[in-house]
Every structure is written in C-alpha cells, then in structure tokens.
C-alpha cells in the first residue's frame, strides 16, 4: 500500500458520504494503487477492463471506460476491434450492446472535438 494519491475522486463526486466504503475503495485502492502499478500500463489496464465489463455484460461502465481508455492512449479503431473479437469469445448480445455504447461514447467524443474547433 502507498500513501501517494493520484487525485482521483470520481467515487467521492459519483456518491460523497451516501456510500463511504464504496468511495474509499474506488478512488484510494481501486484509482490511487491498482490502475498505478508499473505492470502494466494504464492502455493495457485499459483494454483488459473494457474487455472483463464486456464480458460480465456490464455495459452501463463502458461509458466511462471507454472513453478512458481513449484517455490512457487506446485508438477508437482498437477499442472497436477488441469488441469485435470479444464478440466470438463473450457472446454476440454482448458485443451488440458494447458497440452500442462505444458508437455513442466516440460520438460524443467527435462532438466535443468539432465545437472545440
């Protein structure tokens, strides 16, 4: 265990005090130590938690994970890839609904960059 922290408080802004615990483990174990161990990067971290949400069926967190994983240095072009091949692996409704949500995610990310411009 570290004392360092990355800052992270996507749990804290997502519950404050409704659910402490759950606040602590995401933001100061699951953000601050896990997603910062060297072993690997934070895109490879990136990639295998798109694909375990993807494979669990649990869509609703490829929201976020997605367009984190574009952050952490993952292409649309992968992350649309990977989710094409989990489709043989995964299961074909699973990858539906993933694509589902990544069509809309990268959207919005085309979005955002045209009013940038």
Known sequence: ??????????????????????????DKVLFDEVWERPQL??????????AALLTAGNVEQLNFHLAFA?????????????????????????AMSAMTVAKNVFADDSNDNEQEN
């Not at 004392?3 to 615990?21: C, E, I, L, S, V």
């Open 41 to 50: 990067s934070k895109r490879d971290r990136s990639l295998v938690t798109v």
């Open 70 to 94: 574009k952050q952490n240095g993952a292409t649309q072009e992968e992350l649309i890839e990977a989710i094409t091949h989990l489709a043989f692996y995964a299961g074909w409704p699973k």
């Open 1 to 26: 265990m570290t004392d360092k922290t990355t800052g992270w408080t996507g749990g804290q802004r997502a519950f404050g005090d409704f659910a402490p615990g759950l606040v602590h483990y995401t």
